[in-house]
């Protein structure tokens, strides 16, 4: 069992008198993965959760076309190509490309040497990660 799960499941837990859904505490937990390179920042500035800024800003992922924070510049081609071709942040396709960063962005264009810049992935909980990015975004 890896260390973080049993406070993901306490998180779980006591999720409901924090306002955070059980999904979202659970997402939540995961957050300490991605924030290496990503942050999440409002518009207006305030940072909800702190990161590193070699990654897209993860405000507002939930239904954003791909590639398209405006205040990052440093997408990789597949992942703008992604994004003009009508790739949008859906659950479904965040849970699918963490599952497979490559893999997905090859499948979406449609060819096999797609490369993205991300090179994590993430087999579980992908899901809840999404949902507490969604509820960060509101």
């Given at each position: 069992?890896?260390?973080?799960?049993?406070?993901?499941?306490?998180?779980?837990a006591?999720?409901?008198?924090?306002?955070?859904?059980?999904?979202?505490?659970?997402?939540?937990?995961?957050?300490?993965?991605c924030?290496?390179?990503?942050?999440?920042?409002?518009?207006?500035?305030?940072?909800l959760?702190?990161?590193?800024?070699?990654?897209?800003?993860?405000?507002?992922?939930?239904?954003?076309?791909?590639?398209?924070?405006?205040?990052?510049?440093?997408?990789?081609?597949?992942?703008?190509?992604?994004?003009?071709?009508?790739?949008?942040?859906?659950?479904?396709?965040?849970?699918?490309?963490?599952?497979?960063?490559?893999?997905?962005?090859?499948?979406?264009?449609?060819?096999?040497?797609?490369?993205?810049h991300?090179?994590?992935?993430?087999?579980?909980?992908?899901?809840?990660?999404?949902?507490?990015?969604?509820?960060?975004?509101?």
């Open positions: 069992m890896r260390p973080w799960r049993p406070l993901a499941l306490a998180l779980i006591v999720s409901g008198s924090l306002g955070v859904g059980p999904a979202a505490a659970a997402g939540q937990e995961l957050w300490r993965e924030r290496v390179c990503h942050m999440v920042a409002a518009p207006d500035g305030t940072v959760e702190r990161g590193g800024r070699s990654a897209p800003n993860l405000y507002g992922v939930a239904g954003r076309q791909a590639g398209s924070d405006p205040d990052f510049r440093r997408y990789s081609e597949p992942m703008l190509q992604a994004g003009r071709e009508g790739l949008t942040w859906t659950e479904d396709n965040f849970v699918a490309y963490l599952r497979d960063t490559q893999g997905f962005l090859s499948r979406f264009a449609g060819t096999p040497d797609s490369r993205g991300m090179n994590a992935s993430l087999a579980d909980g992908a899901a809840e990660l999404f949902r507490y990015l969604e509820s960060l975004s509101r």
